[in-house]
């Protein structure tokens, strides 16, 4: 018997030409439909709380949590994603100082 050479997705689950991630489109559509409530910050212009922008910190700025965190300490009030991404890369460049040396004690 030939070889089936279709490019669906196989019986045995393994991954194919025509979704080569293996994704399941009802998990996307679940996914969507949880987050059809939430106030996603998609739009460049609107603005966001720190902390609403934090739970994103990946997707939107593509950096840590923690990074994140350290980035945006002190920083109060709503902002832009642009704005926030300003922020990050800012405080990504800065240097850091290099540790005091303590004095000997005799």
Known sequence: MPKNNS???????????????????EDNKASEEANAGDNTPEDETAKFTVERLGKDCYRLFGVSSSTYDGATYGVKGEHTVEEVRN????????????AKKKEDKE
Do not use: G, R
């Open 7 to 25: 490019t669906d997705k196989t019986p045995d689950n393994k991954i194919s030409e025509t979704n080569p991630d293996n994704i399941n489109p």
């Open 87 to 98: 922020i990050i890369d800012s405080w990504l460049k800065k240097q850091v100082a290099p």
